[in-house]
T-cell receptor, first 113, second 113 residues
């Protein structure tokens, strides 16, 4: 089940620079997208979401961009901080309030001080 | 802030034994989920539960698995006869009405020997 793909298993950036994490999806029925952050031995923590009626949503240092025609979304973190080092999961559901949210494989972000 | 709680944090069992993983979802949430993550792999959907019945389940969720909401607060996952490959982190999650955001618990690490 590869409906949500995160093709970069890891990303390394310098503190203070921008981190860009990418995600692609194949199911055109998805219309609600989320990003989660996960530390080892903890549950995923919700970061930010976007519905398909928007192309951008911003919350502090985190911005999610959605390109529906390309079935692509990205998470921008700026400026990146060492505490941002974690695994980031992209997730999607078929409609707002849909029962089944599908996760990508995750991208491990390393922010170097 | 309300949160999903899970017990135990770590469960060790012998192959073939039954285990019950317990969760207390956020109190006013109506949708409940179990996900699992095998070490180093993606977060996989197992089952969703709404209105006292399973709304959707994955192919992983076979006859060895069952879920129950025995009272107004607990949500349990039972594995009837554990196999070595059931070793994973199991995450409970819940979601409120009208929201697409699912909130995860800290997880139960299940080790099958």
């Amino acid at each position: 089940d590869q409906q949500v793909k995160q093709n970069s298993p890891s990303l390394s950036v310098q503190e203070g620079r921008i981190s860009i994490l990418n995600c692609d999806y194949t199911n055109s029925m998805f219309d609600y997208f989320l990003w989660y952050k996960k530390y080892p031995a903890e549950g995923p923590t919700f970061l930010i979401s976007i519905s398909s009626i928007k192309d951008k949503n911003e919350d502090g240092r985190f911005t999610v961009f959605l390109n529906k025609s390309a079935k692509h979304l990205s998470l921008h973190i700026v400026p990146s901080q060492p505490g941002d080092s974690a695994v980031y999961f992209c997730a999607a559901s078929p409609y707002t309030g849909g029962f089944k949210t599908i996760f990508g494989a995750g991208t491990r972000l390393f922010v170097k001080a | 802030e309300p949160e999903v709680t899970q017990t135990p944090s770590h469960q060790v069992t012998q192959m073939g034994q039954e285990v019950i993983l317990r969760c207390v979802p956020i109190s006013n949430h109506l949708y409940f989920y179990w996900y699992r993550q095998i070490l180093g792999q993606k977060v996989e959907f197992l089952v969703s539960f709404y209105n006292n019945e399973i709304s959707e389940k994955s192919e992983i969720f076979d006859d060895q698995f069952s879920v129950e909401r025995p009272d107004g607060s607990n949500f349990t996952l039972k594995i009837r006869s554990t196999k070595l490959e059931d070793s994973a982190m199991y995450f409970c999650a819940s979601r409120g009405q009208g929201s697409g955001i699912i909130f995860f618990g800290p997880g139960t690490r299940l080790t099958v020997l």
